[in-house]
């Protein structure tokens, strides 16, 4: 069976700083890889997705993600991080269009000014 | 185009009630799931619809649990009786056939006491 591990549950930055949210996986086989963010008292939005390619993807609001198959790896990064980033942070695996998601446990995200 | 709808938004009850929540994907999006999110936890699937016919539920509790989606647009997720452990966020999400994307509502927060 699949499984995500996200390494972080809490993490504490002031803004500007950098920002790697670990994401590690467990499936063989061909993967779809998502981060998801769900900012507080709203529901969760995608911020980025890997099905092929090019393994550094690009998400809205300045994220990117790095797909790194021979570690079973899809951090999550942004080179400066924003008060309003603060949110939980949420990384999902699917092997097909068809399963369904399967979830980390989330890393909490708090920015400080 | 509308979102995925979500109702209610909010509910408490007591052990042993039921409940029943209802939710309304995008329009077109043949493939629907609910997720169950307990706090501190990414959400876990409870059963998926493809169309009006269940494709997985090997994780909804079915001797609390029950889901229908008869016309194969709208869904119900029903618990009775309910038990304290329920208390969760359930989420809903829909994906158009041949598409990799979940769309996910804004989930029904259950509090149980």
């Known amino acids: 069976a699949q499984s995500v591990s996200q390494h972080n549950h809490h993490v504490i930055l002031s803004e500007a700083a950098s920002l790697e949210l670990g994401c590690n996986y467990s499936?063989?086989?061909?993967?779809?890889l998502f981060w998801y963010v769900q900012y507080p008292g709203q529901h969760l939005q995608l911020l980025l997705k890997?099905?092929?390619?090019?393994?550094l993807v690009k998400g809205i609001k300045g994220f990117e993600a790095e797909f790194i198959k021979s570690k079973f790896s899809f951090n999550l990064r942004k080179p400066s991080v924003q008060w309003s980033d603060t949110a939980e942070y949420f990384c999902?695996?699917?092997?097909?269009?068809?399963?369904?998601?399967?979830f980390g446990k989330g890393t909490r995200l708090s920015v400080i000014a | 185009e509308a979102g995925v709808a979500q109702s209610p938004r909010y509910k408490i009850i007591e052990k042993r009630q039921s409940v029943a929540f209802w939710c309304n994907p995008i329009?077109?999006?043949?493939?629907l799931y609910w997720y169950q999110q307990i706090l501190g936890q990414g959400p876990k699937l409870l059963i998926q619809?493809?169309?009006?016919?269940?494709?997985?539920d090997s994780q909804l509790p079915k001797d609390r649990f029950s889901a229908e989606r008869l016309k194969g647009v709208d869904s119900t997720l029903k618990i009775q009786p309910a038990k304290l452990e329920d208390s969760a966020v359930y989420l809903c999400?829909?994906?158009?056939?041949?598409?990799?994307?979940?769309?996910f509502g804004p989930g029904t927060r259950l509090t149980v006491t």
């Open positions: 999902a695996v699917t092997s097909s269009g068809n399963t369904p998601l399967v």
């Open positions: 499936y063989g086989g061909t993967v779809n």
């Open positions: 890997y099905f092929s390619g090019d393994p």
């Open positions: 329009s077109g999006h043949a493939t």
């Open positions: 619809f493809q169309n009006n016919g269940v494709v997985d």
């Open positions: 999400a829909g994906r158009s056939t041949g598409g990799l994307e979940q769309y």
